[in-house]
């Protein structure tokens, strides 16, 4: 029988869960030495543009923009850029133009992008947004009450996309503290807003609420936060800072431009106060899909590598932070190798050496060691999930949800397999996730302003 030492695998496997521990403790830092108060008193609050790209989105869109209309702050503008859509979204986005009008609420605007141009993908609708809100800005249109583009903000938001009235109330201060003068973009918190449809959404919004959450409000002290495609806030002037059109190629453009925005000294904030509830995918096809292109686009982003270790404006912990953020993608590899060598140890055709505990010679620190290392992220996860889902578990429903979080990561090895199959081709085409109609999720009993 074949002998193999695995003690690089738990170094490995120790590793990760070293870094998570130290996300943890940042986190409890920070919570116990609360932020100060952010008050705009005495500042303009910023404008903010809320910009939904929409192709093909007549299942999704008026509930968005039922939110949108709802939100308590007053100096906004919703723009939806109309992707060459086919079916009825430019008419009902047309209908909400309308409607708001008559409401004596926030300005709605439609963007149509023509045929020849559109569905070239999300960051090409976003760079015209973009361009937009600049051309806004330099013609000093008056809706923008004469602001400069650093007191400007692009709010980026998925068709499907809703957000909490108070929402923006709670971003925008971000950008007006003096401690803060530096923020040039923030991302909140996403929930899954059929969480409870089946095990699947319900997987989803443990990754989103408990471990993303996690790992996000974490960086926040590190000055690291990676924007997602939901729920992301950033200065019109830290978008020009780039010198070109802000959103590339990449599959995972959010994470790409925050990256960018990183490497020129801005400051990324997370917010964990309020968040974006978004459908998730009901069925596993789909949803290996778009994780095999969330995937996919991680590797595209290790070409920032060079640039974070070249920067002389990012500081050495949020350097080193990004390397492993864009590393631990490949890490699900690592655990995956772990599985196979137990089960084949299991199955009497390897013996598995494992020696990288050996140092403990107390048989009880041992086992409460080895139990830390196995459960201990997980049990961290879920308890964060506990405290922010919109509807928590049963306590005696937590065992089986733990075992079924931990199976649902191993899915994702297909995703990994699809995503290398596709960067070996050479393609980098996807088609749009697929939307289905779904009710409110969020509250909207405020008053429109």
């Not at 959103?247 to 995972?252: A, D, E, G, P, R």
């Not at 049990?379 to 005696?396: D, E, G, H, K, P």
Request: aromatic share 8%; hydrophobic share 50%; proline share 4%.
């Amino acid at each position: 029988m074949i002998t193999v030492n695995v003690t690089w695998l738990s170094w490995l496997m120790a590793i990760a869960v070293a870094y998570y521990a130290l996300l943890l403790a940042v986190m409890a830092v920070r919570r116990t030495a609360r932020r100060r108060s952010r008050s705009a008193a005495g500042q303009r609050l910023p404008f903010m543009v809320l910009v939904i790209p929409a192709h093909n989105e007549q299942a999704v869109i008026s509930q968005t923009l039922t939110t949108l209309d709802r939100l308590d702050y007053p100096d906004r503008l919703i723009l939806v850029m109309d992707d060459g859509s086919v079916d009825a979204t430019a008419d009902l986005a047309r209908h909400w133009v309308t409607a708001s009008r008559l409401a004596g609420s926030g300005p709605v605007r439609i963007v149509s992008r023509s045929r020849d141009i559109a569905g070239q993908g999300k960051g090409a609708v976003l760079n015209h947004a973009f361009a937009h809100v600049t051309r806004m800005a330099a013609d000093h249109d008056p809706l923008l009450g004469g602001r400069s583009p650093d007191e400007i903000v692009i709010g980026v938001m998925d068709a499907d996309g809703q957000l909490e009235a108070d929402a923006l109330s709670k971003v925008a201060p971000y950008f007006l503290s003096r401690r803060n003068r530096r923020v040039g973009a923030v991302q909140i918190g996403v929930r899954i807003a059929n969480a409870t449809v089946n095990l699947l959404t319900r997987m989803q919004d443990f990754e989103f609420v408990g471990f993303s959450a996690l790992v996000q409000e974490a960086r926040n002290g590190l000055g690291s936060v990676g924007l997602g495609g939901n729920g992301q806030f950033t200065r019109l002037s830290a978008l020009l800072s780039l010198g070109r059109d802000p959103w590339t190629k990449c599959l995972t453009e959010d994470l790409d431009v925050s990256l960018s925005l990183a490497e020129l000294g801005w400051d990324i904030a997370y917010c964990p106060d309020t968040f974006v509830a978004q459908q998730g995918l009901t069925r596993i096809g789909p949803l290996l899909r778009q994780r095999a292109r969330w995937i996919q686009g991680h590797y595209q982003c290790w070409r920032h590598l060079g640039p974070i270790w070249r920067s002389g404006k990012l500081p050495w912990r949020a350097k080193i932070d990004l390397s492993i953020y864009l590393l631990m993608v490949a890490f699900l590899l690592v655990v995956v190798a772990g599985l196979v060598v137990s089960i084949l140890g299991w199955a009497r055709v390897l013996i598995p050496i494992n020696t990288s505990l050996d140092y403990i010679t107390n048989p009880y620190i041992h086992s409460l060691v080895q139990l830390l290392l196995s459960v201990g992220p997980l049990a961290v996860f879920i308890s964060v999930y506990q405290l922010r889902a919109a509807s928590a578990l049963r306590w005696f429903e937590l065992p089986a949800f733990a075992v079924l979080f931990a199976s649902y990561a191993y899915l994702f090895l297909i995703s990994q397999i699809w995503a290398w199959a596709r960067i070996a081709a050479g393609r980098g085409g996807w088609a749009k996730t697929p939307r289905v109609s779904a009710d409110i999720a969020v509250q909207i009993d405020r008053q429109p302003c």
